[in-house]
C-alpha cells in the first residue's frame, strides 16, 4: 500500500485494487484566512486526480474545496459517501459533475472490486463539522488504515473490532477561532491558548493508545494565515498559547510520552507499507528537518506569492446594495420561529457589531431568541457579541450562505466577547440557516434531551455516568477527575461533582454520587 501526502488532510491511497483520494484541499478557505501548509498548490493534480475513488470527509471547506474538484478530480470516480443525515455533501459533489456515488452504512464494512474493503464511521452530531464528520477505514491484501482526520470519535472500538491497523491518520492541532478572537487580556490569551494546546495534544495521545497502530501520521493541519491581518496566528512568533502547533512540534511533543512511530508527510512524499503493513519505507521531497527550520521564511515568501489572491477576493466581498438588517430578518425570523431547543440553548439576544466600510461607525443588530426576531440593537445586556467588518455579513447574505460556522467564523475574521459560560448553542444555530440542518438539529437535541444514559462508571469516591453530557464520549477513556471536578479530555469539558454542574457551558448537566 502507497500513502502520498497531498497536503493538510488530504492522502491518496493506491493499492493493487484501486486508488482513493481523501479530502483534496488546495485554495484558500474561510474568507480567503485559512491556506494548506505546506504549500501543495505546484503538485502534480492532473495526475494526483486521477482517481479510481474519491473520499471527501465532510463539508469543511479545507476538506471539501468544490474549485479544485471541479478542475482536477476524475469525475468518473466512485464517491466513497459518508451516511449523514442531511444529503449536502451528495448533492454538492453532483454539482460538480460526479455521478458516481457508494452510498455506505456507517460502521459497515464494504468489499469493492479486487478485494479493496473501505469501511466509513459517520458522527452526525450538529456539533459534527458542518452537520456531520466521519472517518475511513481501508484495508487490502491485510494492511489496514485509519484515516481519522479531524473527526472526534467517542472512542475507536469499532475499527479495533476489524483488525489490528497499521497507520493511523489524525489531527493534532487546533481548527477552530477560540481563544484568538476574544477580547480578553493578553495574559489570560495565552493562558487559555495554552490549555487548549495541551488539551488537543492530550486528546491526540489518548486516540493513539487506543488504536495502537504501528505508525502514526500527524495530519488535518495546521492552516497557515498568509493575509497580514491574520499573520499573527501562525506559531512562528515564540507564543506559548498558540493553537496551531505544526508537526515537528508534533514530534518534540510525541517523544515526551514516549512515541517513536511518527511519520510526518510533506506534499509529495510517499510512504510504502510492506510486509503486512509492519515495515514503512517514506521518502520526501526535501527533508522534514530541514523544511521545518527554515518555516518563517516558507511562509513569508508563500504570503507574497498568494497576495494577489487575497486582495483578489476581499474585492469580492463588498455588496453595498444589500440591506443587513432586511434581509436577515427575512433568513433568520423563520428559523427563530421554529427552533425550540436551540433558541432555548442560547437563552438570550445574540449581538453583531458591523464595522463600516471606512472603519467609522458601528451598525449593531441583534439576534434576538427569546424575542423571536431580528432587530436594530436597543442597548440591552447581551452574553454574546461578535464584531467584524460589514462586507462580511454582506457577502454571506449575497452567496446565502447557510452556515455561518464554515465560512466567518472559522475565518477568525472578527472579535468576540461573552459573559459566563460558552455556549455551544449559539453556533450550532448560525450554522444551520436553512430549513434542513435546523429540523435536523431541532429532532437530534430533542432525542438527546430525552435519553437517559443508566450505565455508570467509578473514579475513587465518585459513581459517575459513562457517557459525557456533551456529546456522549466514554468517560472511562476520556475522564479524569482531579478533586470534585471531572473534565472529559475528547473536548475539554468540565464539571463539578457534588452539584452535576456543568463548568464549561451552558446545560449538560452530569450525574454523579459520591460513594458511602
Known amino acids: 500500500m502507497r500513502i502520498t501526502g497531498t497536503g493538510h488532510a488530504s492522502m491518496r491511497i493506491d493499492t493493487a485494487a484501486g486508488s482513493i483520494l481523501c479530502d483534496p484541499w488546495v485554495n ?8 494548506p501548509f505546506p504549500d501543495n498548490s505546484l503538485l502534480d493534480w492532473e495526475t494526483l486526480g486521477d482517481v479510481d475513488y474519491l473520499y471527501v470527509s465532510h463539508l469543511h471547506r479545507d476538506h471539501f474545496d468544490a474549485e479544485h474538484l471541479k478542475r482536477f478530480i476524475n469525475k468518473k470516480a466512485t464517491v466513497l459517501l459518508p451516511e449523514y443525515p442531511t444529503s449536502q455533501l451528495e448533492d454538492e459533489l453532483r454539482d460538480l459533475g460526479f455521478t458516481s456515488f457508494l452510498r455506505t452504512k456507517s460502521d459497515e464494512v464494504h468489499e469493492l472490486d479486487g478485494g479493496l474493503k473501505v469501511m466509513i464511521q459517520a458522527l452526525i452530531s450538529p456539533t459534527d463539522g458542518p452537520i456531520g464528520d466521519s472517518s475511513l477505514w481501508v484495508e487490502h491484501d491485510g494492511i489496514r488504515v485509519l484515516n481519522q482526520n479531524d473527526a472526534r470519535p467517542a472512542d475507536l472500538t469499532r475499527f479495533n473490532e476489524l483488525g489490528h491497523v497499521h497507520a493511523h491518520m489524525l489531527q493534532f492541532s487546533g ?8 477580547e480578553l487580556p493578553e495574559n489570560a490569551k495565552t493562558a487559555f491558548g495554552k490549555q487548549k494546546r495541551e488539551r488537543q495534544f492530550d486528546r491526540t495521545w489518548r486516540y493513539i493508545e487506543d488504536l495502537k497502530a504501528d505508525f502514526v501520521f500527524p495530519i488535518a493541519g495546521p492552516p497557515c494565515f498568509l493575509d497580514d491581518d491574520l499573520w499573527q496566528f501562525n506559531d512562528i512568533h515564540g507564543d506559548e498559547g498558540n493553537i496551531f502547533p505544526d508537526q515537528s512540534v508534533f514530534l518534540t511533543e510525541y517523544a515526551k510520552v514516549g512515541g517513536t512511530n511518527a511519520i510526518v508527510q510533506l506534499p509529495g512524499s510517499v510512504t510504502v507499507l510492506s510486509d503486512g503493513g509492519t515495515t514503512e519505507t517514506t521518502t520526501h521531497p526535501t527533508p522534514i528537518d530541514e523544511f521545518f527550520a527554515n518555516k518563517r521564511q516558507h511562509l513569508e515568501e508563500m504570503r507574497e506569492r498568494k497576495r494577489p489572491v487575497i486582495e483578489a477576493e476581499k474585492a469580492s466581498w463588498r455588496h453595498p446594495e444589500v440591506d443587513v438588517l432586511k434581509e436577515l430578518k427575512a433568513r433568520i425570523e423563520p428559523l427563530l420561529e421554529e427552533s425550540i431547543y436551540m433558541a432555548k440553548g442560547v437563552g438570550g439576544p445574540v449581538r453583531f457589531d458591523l464595522v463600516s466600510y471606512d472603519g467609522d461607525e458601528i451598525e449593531s443588530i441583534v439576534v434576538d431568541f427569546p424575542g423571536k426576531q431580528v ?4 442597548d440591552e445586556k447581551v452574553r454574546y457579541r461578535f464584531k467584524m467588518q460589514r462586507e462580511l455579513i454582506e457577502h454571506l447574505i449575497f452567496i446565502d450562505e447557510g452556515d455561518w460556522v464554515n465560512s466567518l467564523f472559522l475565518s477568525c475574521r472578527f472579535s468576540a466577547a461573552r459573559i459566563g459560560q460558552y455556549n455551544e448553542f449559539v453556533y450550532a444555530f448560525f450554522k444551520c440557516l436553512s430549513e434542513e440542518r435546523l429540523q435536523y438539529a431541532e429532532g437530534w437535541y430533542d432525542e438527546h434531551e430525552k435519553a437517559v444514559d443508566a450505565e455508570d462508571i467509578e473514579f475513587g469516591d465518585w459513581t459517575v455516568q459513562r457517557r459525557c453530557p456533551h456529546l456522549k464520549a466514554d468517560l472511562s477513556r476520556f475522564g479524569f477527575v482531579e478533586g470534585n471536578v471531572l473534565t472529559c479530555q475528547l473536548h475539554g469539558w468540565k464539571f463539578d461533582l457534588p452539584s452535576g454542574r456543568c463548568l464549561t457551558g451552558v446545560g449538560h448537566k ?6 458511602s
Do not use: E, L, T
Request: proline content about 8%; aromatic content about 30%; cysteine-free.
Open 28 to 35: 484558500p478557505a474561510y474568507f480567503a484566512s485559512w491556506f
Open 375 to 378: 432587530r436594530a440593537y436597543a
Open 175 to 182: 481548527a477552530i477561532w477560540y481563544p484568538m478572537v476574544y
Open 510 to 515: 452530569i450525574r454523579a454520587s459520591k460513594n
